[in-house]
């Protein structure tokens, strides 16, 4: 008779055959096993999850094109692809539905336009504040835009040519003050109170949320609960962001509510919370229950600030190493805004070529959404596309497919030399390097999933741009290096170092 311990070696021994075998069968069995990746990425998600979790997930994609071509394996189920194509099937075509991963930035266990992941239910959900950013919508808040340009204006006049700026902080802010009255109809007042002793605390949950979303689902609900009780004060702010933020709108939602009672109007361009709540469902003809407003509104403000404020501080880097692209995007501003402060409307701002094309060329290096967007596509694959095409065998069922904004872009056949920031190629619109450009032209997303605020966000950049360049010359800070403005990948694309540090002379 065999003893305890003889029979638990033997059950060792036999789960790790097993393990072996099931490693051995996802390299070389696996029905994705033909297609290239490296051969630690095929055992499990881990090895994606650690470079997501590290905040490094763009640069190592990036890394996998490069290496191993169009098409990549990254998990065991999981395929990233730049195939233009492929993209159509995938995101137009099929439209199939978002993965799992969405689930993680769930607002108070709630889902909202960017966590649904049917379709159905998404494009009903979508429908209560596409008004909100429609172009007629956006050219009516352009005039608040202005304002508080302006205001942003003042801020850097007041220190302009004394002291470098970390830009990146103090437009993070100006997008925030900008989302919250786009939303909320609230005056936040966050960049005249702007300084780089005292950071803004709204601000920073706004910047922390996406962020959380990564680190907390890669533990357990009780470990995260048990992480959550660290007495830091930072990590308690981090981990309590979702709760500073809910509070916030519950507070300007039930002010709003208040002053309707009281017989307010809004003559143009009512907050976006006016709109849900006036909102009436097409079938039930019921409104959008209350915590369904407030998750929609947040949902909103955190995907339209950090992502539009660090495109606007590459634009900003751009232009502090380009003297000569900074010189030219000058004369054409000048030209069309000739007293500094009166901002030309969008209409005009749209039709200045070599803004546009500098806009466009920075969209590509960093685009407002650079994430991968996991789809799952079941068994079926989309034929006729070089991704097709990597198939032998048939493909599993929990196959996830992913399309890597901005590096779809800087393909050289389309963008030549990939790696240089030009703005002049945008000006060549002859075929077919036009219709090339445009067709992987994609920084908001493609198809119905595409990013519902593209109109505001193009407006946060274009008008802030024009104003900064007219006011002010840019000078690179001497704590800012190419390598500080390293890309890196959260739930958005920042900078490596959190700051950007620039000086603007008048």
Not at 177 to 199: C, M, N, R
Not at 483 to 494: A, L, N, Q, W
Request: proline share 7%.
């Amino acid at each position: 008779m065999m003893t305890m311990t003889p029979l638990l070696l033997l059950a060792v021994a036999l789960k790790f055959v097993f393990e072996a075998v099931q490693c051995l069968k996802c390299v070389f069995l696996h029905p994705l096993s033909t297609i290239p990746g490296p051969w630690y990425a095929s055992l499990s998600d881990w090895w994606l999850a650690y470079h997501t979790f590290r905040f490094e997930q763009a640069n190592v994609v990036h890394n996998l094109f490069a290496k191993f071509g169009p098409i990549v394996r990254a998990g065991p189920n999981k395929i990233l692809f730049r195939d233009a194509q492929a993209m159509r099937d995938v995101y137009i075509i099929r439209r199939f539905e978002k993965g799992p991963v969405y689930q993680s930035f769930k607002l108070n266990g709630m889902d909202h336009a960017f966590t649904i992941l049917d379709n159905e239910s998404h494009a009903a959900r979508r429908r209560a504040s596409g008004p909100h950013y429609s172009a007629a919508n956006i050219a009516h808040f352009q005039s608040q835009m202005h304002k508080e340009t302006l205001s942003l204006v003042d801020k850097l006049e007041s220190i302009a040519g004394q002291m470098s700026v970390d830009c990146l902080d103090l437009l993070k802010t100006y997008h925030a003050q900008l989302a919250v009255l786009s939303i909320f109809g609230y005056h936040l007042g966050a960049v005249e109170k702007w300084s780089t002793d005292t950071p803004n605390e709204f601000c920073q949950a706004i910047s922390d949320f996406p962020k959380q979303g990564i680190v907390k689902r890669f533990f357990p609900r009780w470990v995260w609960a048990l992480l959550c009780c660290i007495p830091n004060k930072r990590w308690k702010s981090f981990t309590q962001c979702s709760k500073l933020l809910t509070e916030f709108a519950m507070a300007r939602t039930l002010e709003l509510e208040q002053q309707l009672e009281l017989g307010k109007e809004f003559e143009a361009s009512p907050p976006l919370v006016y709109r849900l709540l006036q909102y009436h469902q097409p079938l039930s003809h019921n409104p959008l229950e209350h915590d369904v407003v407030i998750t929609d509104c947040l949902a909103h403000l955190i995907a339209g600030v950090e992502t539009t404020a660090n495109t606007l501080v590459y634009f900003l880097w751009q232009l502090a190493c380009s003297p000569q692209i900074q010189r030219k995007l000058q004369l054409e501003i000048d030209s069309a805004m000739l007293d500094r402060s009166i901002i030309p409307k969008l209409s005009i701002l749209q039709n200045l070529p070599y803004l546009n094309a500098f806009i466009n060329e920075g969209c590509i290096f960093r685009p407002p959404r650079p994430r991968c967007d996991f789809r799952s596509i079941g068994t079926c694959c989309p034929a006729g596309s070089e991704l097709h095409l990597a198939w032998t065998r048939p493909s599993p069922p929990a196959l996830l497919s992913a399309l890597k904004r901005g590096l779809c872009t800087a393909t050289p056949t389309c963008f030549p030399p990939p790696e240089t920031f030009d703005p002049e190629r945008w000006l060549d619109n002859s075929e077919p390097a036009g219709v090339a450009r445009a067709t992987h032209m994609m920084p908001f997303g493609i198809g119905t999933r595409v990013c519902s605020g593209q109109a505001l966000a193009q407006a946060a950049l274009l008008i802030p741009l024009v104003a900064i360049v007219r006011n002010f010359r840019i000078r690179a800070g001497e704590s800012t290096t190419d390598e500080s403005m390293r890309k890196k990948h959260g739930s958005v694309r920042s900078v490596s170092y959190d700051f950007c540090d620039v000086m603007l002379i008048k």
